[in-house]
Structure formats: C-alpha cells, structure tokens
C-alpha cells in the first residue's frame, strides 16, 4: 500500500478522511485557478507573500469559493497577493506581543484565570490576515516533556480555570493526542473549562469526529468550541452537520470573525455572516478589528468605519445576534470593546 492510498482512509460514504483532506490540501496557485476556474494571468499573485506565508486551501473550502469570481470573499482570504508586500508603520510580525506571555513552550498566559495552549502549528487553511502569521510554532512545539511542563504550571496555578487549545488549528492534531490530554487536564481539580479555538469543523468539517465528540462529552470539563468564519458563503450543509454534532454532544458553539475590507465589511455581508452562523448553530461571539501583522494591512478598516457599521448592524439583527466588536490590546488583561 503506498502513502497516498495508506493516508485515504474512506468512509462509507467515500468522503475522503479529514486526514487525507488535511494532508492534501490545495498549495500552489494553478491548482487553485484550475480548481476555482480563474485565469493565472489576471490575478495579482505574490511568489513572495506565498514563500512567507505558503497558499494552502483544503479542498472543502475551496469547493465554496464562487467559481470565475475573482473577487470571491472566500478566495480572498486565502490568496497571496503583491499587496502583501507593501509597508505600513504600526504593522508588526508580533502585533499582540504575545512572546511576553509565552511562559513556557507552547503556553501563553495572558489573561487570569485561563492559559492558551498553542496545541499545533498547522493549519488546514492559511488565512492572509492571521495575527500568528509569524509565531514562532517551532519554537512551541509540544513534545512528551514540554506537555508534564504544562500540566505542572497548570497544577500549581489553582487560579486557573480554564485551558484554551488554540494553534495554529488544535484540531489538525490527532484523536488519540487529544484524548490523552483532555483526560488529564479532566483530573486537574480546579480546571473547569475547555475551550477550543479552530477553523477546522468550518474548512473541513469531517473534522468532527464521533471519537472527539465522545472524548468532549465525556470529560468532566465544561466544553466550547469556537470556529472562526467570516463569510455566510462559508457555511454549508457539512458544516451545520458538523456543528450539530457537536452540540449534540453538549459542546457549546460559538464563532468569531475578523472584520475584513473587501471581504466582511458591508451591513448586508455582515447580518447574513451572523444568520447564517446561528442557523449552522453557532453564536455569534466576538468581531474582531484588525490586528495589525505585517502584509494584513490591506484588510484594515477603520475602528470609526467598524463601529458605524456596528450600529447600524444592530438596527438588522436582534440582540443576541449581534457579535461583540473588539479588539485585543497588548498588555490589558481582557479583550477590549470598541463602544458602539
Ligand atoms: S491560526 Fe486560524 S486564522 Fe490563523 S491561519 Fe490558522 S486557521 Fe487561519
């Protein structure tokens, strides 16, 4: 059996594995212009921005990008552009600082009463405006001793009450990785909570799996998923079916979004993000401004553009709709809400 068909483990319904999605995703331009039916030669690519921050698209969700449309909002997210490369003042490669926080490999504690475990580097997508563009993931990398660390550091902190899987995608791990450390974090006392932060049950929703499932509903821990969307295009029957999975096992759905110019940054764009996030059965959470990484700035909108937008948002949606906008400032400890 060679790799290709050892990595295809088909399902009943011949859907391929979310392994085999992950491992074989679309990485080159061609094969997206191919797959998307756009022409090479009217797109502004970037070999430079791509050797920085590599395309890569899994099929699922480049299935959902509008084909011809070289404005696409889902395409547009994922593209690597000559804008990229342009230099902004205040745009950073580390634009929440979070090395400060970075106490111990592949944990950040900023904020009281929670840890943030950067689970994996990899991503099944990589989105042009992501604020850990630049991380350093191979210096995070949890191996056997670096997670006793952890589990150590979150022992002896009974102050923390919450553990926050975050990445890079935690969800590109494995089952069985993940079943060993949600089980011990279940036996520390004073945890409470889990929480999981990752695009994967949105670019590919085989993600969920009846296994992670189980594994979520049968810890002792309190558990939240937060996907990540940010267009109504990128909600598909698969995706609600992924959604429903999870809730059917208990686990709290949430999403948040990034405000987005060219891609979000409409009334009409955002009520139907919002909508279509709630029927897939995901509450809308937190909106977020731009963080402000390097070769991201082309996507800025302005906080007083953001906030009138807000308004107006909540004149179309009803209360519980309507996300939080905020932003992340280095060094406050919360999330900061722009006043609407
Ligand atoms: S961490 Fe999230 S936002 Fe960043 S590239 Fe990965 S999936 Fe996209």
Known sequence: MNKDTQALILTQDTEPSWQYQLGHCIKDLESLCKFTALDINKIAFSTKAHREFQLKVPYAYAAR????????????????????????????TDPLEEADANLLTGLIHKYKNRVLLTLSGACAI????????????????????????????????????????????????????????IVQLGDIKHLQRLRIHTRLPVVIPKRITEQLCEMLQSSPLQCLVVIHANHANEFDLDVQDALSRLKQAQVTVLNQAVLLKGINDTVIAQKALHLA???????????????????????????????????????????????????E??????KTLLAI
């Open 65 to 92: 990008i509008q084909k011809g449309n070289y404005q696409d909002p889902l395409l547009l997210q994922v593209l690597p552009q000559t804008t990229e490369l342009e230099y902004y003042p205040g745009y950073s």
């Open 126 to 181: 990589n989105c042009r405006y992501c604020f850990r563009r630049h991380f350093p993931y191979s210096e995070n990398s949890i191996g056997a001793d670096q997670w006793l660390a952890i589990i150590d550091y979150i022992n002896a902190d009974s102050s923390i009450e919450e553990v926050i899987f975050s990445g890079g995608d935690p969800l590109a791990t494995s089952d069985k990785r993940l079943q060993k450390m």
């Open 277 to 327: 996030s709630f029927k897939a059965g995901a509450l809308p959470y937190y909106l977020f401004v731009l963080d402000k990484v390097q070769g991201a700035a082309h996507f800025n909108i302005e906080d007083q553009q953001a906030q009138t937008l807000m308004q107006k948002l909540q004149c179309v949606l009803p209360g519980y709709l309507v996300p939080k906008l905020a932003r």
């Open 329 to 334: 400032i280095p060094g406050k400890p919360h």
